[in-house]
């Protein structure tokens, strides 16, 4: 039991360059989300998914796109890397059991964006 | 707005030593408050739960309190180890319609234990 994955785990991208950040879970979860970790600041939700098929906007979902065509699996993409986008991602996914739902994270995906 | 405020921003303790630290909260409809410990390069690890009627919550030598009433909760480490060395981050839980609950997330405290 893997938990949550994701991959890779460090990159690196020059501005305008597209990427590809891809989350799994093995919980048969749900719920999976996308955060954005910066110095300073509270992880913050750029998309998250209650199901598959399914994608919804969090605060912060601007030059991002997801799709979650398994459940398993939640894709982040980036089609024109920014400075601005710089950060540590991480992925996450959830039980239903409210109200005390779990939200287990992976161990996260660095990029440079130069 | 929601909003997760912790102190101290950083601390520095000496192993074995207890600590305690805080995380106010402007959130509302409540659902639940928990903490998190992320240890540096790693996801977040949830480190205890309390919904609205608890108070008080214990897991191994961390024990985190809720005041419901003023919004506050404390998260005290008993007996400081070298491992214990992290960020520690309150997270408070809006019940929400849809998609589930609206997390809102404190900045972290970043604590550390010396020899």
């Known amino acids: 039991n893997a938990g949550v994955t994701q991959t890779p785990k460090f990159r690196v991208l020059k501005t305008g360059q597209s990427m590809t950040l891809l989350c799994a879970q093995d919980?048969?979860?749900?719920?999976m989300y996308w955060y954005r970790q910066d110095p300073g600041m509270g992880l913050r939700l750029i998309h998250y998914s209650v199901g598959e098929g399914t994608t919804a906007k969090g605060e912060v979902p601007d030059g991002y796109n997801v799709s979650r065509l398994k459940k398993q699996n939640f894709l982040l993409g980036l089609e024109s890397a920014a400075p601005s986008q710089t950060s540590v991602y991480f992925c996450a996914s959830r039980t239903a059991d409210r109200p005390k739902e779990t939200q287990y994270f992976g161990p996260g995906t660095r990029l440079l964006v130069l | 707005k929601n909003q997760v405020e912790q102190s101290p921003q950083s601390l520095i303790i000496l192993e074995g030593k207890n600590c305690t630290l805080q995380?106010?909260?402007?959130?509302?409809?409540?659902?639940?408050l928990r903490w998190y410990k992320q240890d540096t390069g790693r996801g977040p690890v949830s480190l205890t739960i309390m919904t609205f009627s608890e108070n008080t919550k214990s897991n191994g030598r961390y024990t985190a309190t809720l005041d419901a009433d003023t919004k506050q909760s404390s998260l005290h480490i008993t007996a400081s180890q070298l491992s214990d060395s992290a960020s520690y981050i309150c997270v408070v839980s809006a019940i929400g319609a849809g998609g589930g609950n609206k997390l809102t997330f404190g900045t972290g405290t970043q604590l550390k234990v010396e020899l």
């Open positions: 919980m048969n979860h749900e719920y």
């Open positions: 995380c106010n909260y402007t959130v509302s409809p409540f659902s639940n």
